[in-house]
């Protein structure tokens, strides 16, 4: 069964740390993707990788950093948390250039700053 | 850029009723319309698509139409059942060439028995 796997499902950070959230695929994607869930806005996204090494920034980049240094890892790198911060994460995955196809997602990581 | 809009935002249902969710896009060279169903504690997961050059795909309980035209879609659900109690999302693609998607804000299912 194809997989995206999120490292962690529940993460309880502090004010001004430095978080790493962690996310691969087993389908051997190109295009993998980081969005935020809040109630009523619905998934907004951060970052997306559409390559190794390749990124680009979403819609609400501000205050996050992402890492992609092979193909099946993409990582999101809130550089320093703040409690606005707190939100589920959804990583995602999507093959091909051309469009037209459904993401994969992952169960998501609740961040709690405190 | 791409703007989805949909509605309701929440929607309660009697088993067996039928329930229909709406979104509307803002780019005309949108061209992918898929719809995800979220249940609680996953992430969302696509239950349907549909392509701009189809109107109406149907798979089983749940159907998607398409018009280009008025720039919407609707997701249709028939003979609901309480598992079918959920979050769901609609998303229109964005950009050319690349498979980008902006997601409409949810609506709440609530089937109840």
């Known amino acids: 069964d194809v997989k995206v796997t999120q490292s962690s499902r529940y993460l309880v950070k502090r004010t001004g740390e430095k978080v790493f959230l962690e996310c691969v695929q087993d389908?051997?994607?190109?295009?993998m993707f980081w969005y935020r869930q809040d109630p009523g806005l619905g998934l907004r996204l951060i970052y997306f990788?559409?390559?190794?090494?390749?990124?680009e920034k979403g819609d609400i980049p501000e205050g996050y950093s992402v890492s992609r240094e092979k193909k099946e890892r993409f990582s999101l790198i809130l550089e320093s948390a703040s409690t606005n911060q707190t939100s589920m994460y959804l990583c995602?995955?999507?093959?091909?250039?051309?469009?037209?196809?459904?993401?994969?997602f992952g169960s998501g990581t609740r961040l709690t700053v405190v | 850029g791409e703007n989805v809009e949909q509605h309701p935002s929440t929607l309660s249902v009697q088993e067996g009723d039928s329930a229909v969710i709406k979104c509307t896009y803002s780019?005309?060279?949108?061209?992918?319309f898929p719809w995800y169903k979220q249940e609680l504690g996953k992430g969302p997961q696509l239950i349907i698509d549909?392509?701009?050059?189809?109107g109406e795909k149907k798979d089983q309980r749940i159907a998607v139409t398409l018009n280009k035209t008025a720039k919407h879609f609707s997701l249709h659900i028939t003979e609901t059942q309480p598992e079918d109690s959920a979050v769901y999302f609609c998303?229109?693609?964005?950009?050319?060439?690349?498979?980008?998607?902006?997601f409409g804000t949810g609506t709440r299912l609530l089937v109840s028995p």
């Open positions: 995602a995955s999507v093959k091909g250039t051309g469009g037209g196809y459904g993401y994969t």
């Open positions: 389908m051997d994607h190109e295009n």
């Open positions: 990788s559409y390559d190794v090494k390749m990124k």
């Open positions: 780019d005309s060279a949108s061209n992918y």
């Open positions: 549909i392509r701009s050059n189809v």
């Open positions: 998303a229109a693609s964005a950009g050319t060439g690349f498979q980008k998607l902006v």
